[in-house]
């Protein structure tokens, strides 16, 4: 059967699934900030939320639409730079920075897929390093944006939303869910809607897209557009909600590649798949680190422990794409399927 | 499904008007001149090579002929864009599948109704009540082609996956969905055996007559071609060599020597 239409889809399409939403919204939202130790909400909780964020961002171009990018970070940077300037220069109250920044960082992104027409696969990506390193030049080179800080920084006077402060790790963290899940929700929509159909056609043969009335250049540049967004948005909320200060080094091509791994890992064209990656690259060497200090502390070199436990990293993530190459989504909705059949075949 | 306005036959729906086209220098059709009658099922044959597809390529715009022009529903083309032929409603398929590998089969056949989206990109996201009307009624139109080709038990498997001859009909059902005027088949019983070649003429005769659409197919199956047809093309090496009901070619001389051998 196919997904009846009123039913709001978060994360996974089966109607196997159909609690499964409900109940990690409200684990979210009630059981995490009641629970929660300040150290797991600020530390942990809002940079795999802000970074699933830019995953989803980044899996729209990629995943859905199949232009391949390494600007994310850029892209980041734009928003952070965007809503530091509305909130300084503008007195813009910050629930509306974050927007405007977006669709500021959707025009930047759209200015950039221009070239999409011409360009295509690898040398895209390519065209997308000139982004990469056009915007940490610009919010290098002009002190404007910085606000002539002597050392670069941006931060924001005081953290609140609508009068009420959020500067605690609960107020951060609530504050990241409720952006993370209104923009899950649009983008689950999108997918499933004739704008991510047109994506997913001119991804998988852009000559046939065009022959059967999509309209391909437009629809691609809004990929660049929407995923801008997306991606102006985390930036905003990674340079305040999470560091508080940051700089154009916290938005290198570092951050790139990793956002681009989480949706490698994650799965590439799978909503689900932004949370599974970004969750497997924040806390699984936190884990390794976890485990190696309680075995080899004290027995080992510490600086030699760290590169052992990145390697240990690198061979994790091989060894998943090995198994299931479309990603830990797929894997864990097969995983899924096989357990709700279980009795039956295993 | 509503057939297209206007099916009245007889009067000619395209006319190819002294069209040639070349690449590099070869020429792959010289000065061709046919015209298509409204719900009509022409089919184009030749051997390999003799510019077939090329020409449903000029017809809907991946090429732009060298000269010539293209009368299509009284209006006079020089080149037409992809997307313009599209939404004047020009339909087709490809010789090898060009579907969207992996989307499902109720996706494939929902994008063919891209034009027919009215709601912004916002109004989808946000779902809003007219995106969400708008979206069950593209969903209502695609289940009733996916009813109609058969195709309901493969709903919501990947394309990919599916075996060649139901991929066909997919490509069939997405180019279908627009509820074109004009249909372009490049081969669409190739590598078939013969019960789904019997199973897909009939549904061409069936779009064709049901929904009164015009029908213009290449196909190598001379036997199917003559059935099927009522109005048939022969091209050799670019030109035209023969044009006429099924039973006039079966009777041309001409069309014999280059193509169906003598032995038929």
């Known amino acids: 059967m196919s997904q009846s239409l009123s039913s709001p889809l978060l994360v996974l399409p089966d109607n196997n699934f159909r609690l499964f939403t409900p109940a990690i919204l409200l684990i979210g939202f009630i059981v995490v900030p009641v629970t929660g130790s300040d ?123 609508f009068g009420l402060d959020v500067s605690s790790p609960v107020g951060r963290y609530l504050t990241t869910l409720v952006i993370v899940v209104a923009l899950t929700w649009f983008a689950a929509n999108l997918v499933r809607s004739q704008t991510g159909r047109s994506w997913m056609a001119i991804r998988d043969m852009d000559t046939a897209a065009a022959v059967i009335g999509i309209p391909v250049y437009r629809t691609k540049v809004l990929a660049f557009a929407v995923s801008s967004f997306y991606l102006g948005v985390a930036g905003a909320l990674w340079a305040f909600i999470y560091l508080g200060s940051a700089s154009v080094q916290s938005f290198g091509i570092a951050r790139s590649f990793q956002v681009l791994f989480i949706i490698i890992i994650g799965g590439v064209g799978s909503i689900s798949g932004n949370f599974i990656g970004a969750a497997f690259i924040s806390l699984l060497p936190l884990a390794i680190d976890h485990v190696a200090q309680h075995l080899f502390a004290g027995h080992v070199d510490a600086g030699l422990l760290q590169n052992i436990q990145k390697a240990i990293f690198g061979l994790l993530i091989i060894l998943f794409l090995v198994r299931e190459p479309d990603g830990l989504a797929r894997l864990f909705k097969s995983f899924g399927e096989r357990l709700t059949n279980w009795p039956l075949r295993f | 499904m509503n057939a297209p306005p206007s099916s009245k036959p007889g009067e000619p729906l395209l006319d190819v008007n002294a069209i040639s086209l070349s690449f590099k ?4 059709i010289s000065e061709l001149s046919f015209s298509v009658a409204r719900g009509e099922i022409l089919a ?50 490809f010789q090898n599948n060009a579907l969207f590998k992996k989307m499902t089969v109720l996706d494939n056949v929902l994008t063919g109704l891209a034009r027919h989206t009215n709601s912004s990109f916002l109004a989808q996201a946000l779902r809003l009540p007219g995106a969400r009307r708008e979206e069950a009624r593209l969903r209502a139109r695609a289940e009733s082609v996916l009813e109609f080709l058969e195709l309901q038990p493969y709903r919501d498997l990947t394309v990919g996956n599916l075996a060649y001859g139901i991929q066909k009909r997919v490509e069939l059902g997405r180019a279908l969905v627009s509820e074109p005027t004009l249909l372009l088949l490049d081969e669409p019983l190739a590598g078939m055996n013969a019960q789904e070649k019997a199973e897909m003429s009939e549904f061409v005769s069936g779009i064709n007559r049901h929904l009164g659409t015009t029908v213009v197919l290449i196909e190598h199956d001379v036997g199917i071609v003559m059935t099927l047809s009522n109005h048939v093309v022969v091209l050799d090496y670019g030109r035209k060599i023969g044009d006429g009901t099924p039973a006039e070619i079966r009777s041309n001389a001409d069309v014999i020597a280059a193509y169906l051998g003598t032995v038929h």
């Not at chain 1, 300037?85 to 221009?114: D, E, M």
């Not at chain 1, 011409?118 to 990506?125: E, Q, V």
């Not at chain 2, 220098?25 to 792959?28: C, I, N, Q, S």
Request: proline share 5%; no cysteine.
């Open chain 2, 44 to 93: 184009l044959i030749g051997p390999n090579g003799a510019g077939k597809s090329s020409l449903l390529n000029v017809l809907n715009g991946v090429y732009v002929p060298d000269s010539g022009e293209i009368i299509f529903e009284g209006e006079h083309f020089r080149e037409i864009e992809p997307l313009e032929a599209a939404r004047r409603g020009i339909a087709r398929t």
């Open chain 2, 25 to 28: 220098g070869v020429k792959a």
């Open chain 1, 39 to 161: 150290y797991w909400l600020g530390a942990i909780l809002v940079p795999f939320l802000i970074l699933s964020l830019a995953g989803l961002g980044l899996n729209l171009l990629t995943g859905y639409a199949g232009q391949t990018s390494l600007g994310s970070g850029g892209f980041m940077s734009v928003g952070a730079f965007a809503t530091f300037g509305l909130v300084v220069h503008g007195g813009v109250p910050l629930p509306v920075a974050l927007l405007l920044s977006g669709l500021i960082t959707a025009g930047a992104g759209l200015l950039f897929g221009l070239p999409s027409d011409r360009i295509k696969g690898f040398y895209l990506m390519v065209s997308s390093l000139a982004a990469q390193f056009f915007f940490e030049w610009l919010f290098q080179k002009f002190p404007w944006f910085y606000n002539y800080d002597s050392s670069g920084t941006i931060e924001l006077p005081r953290l609140s939303v």
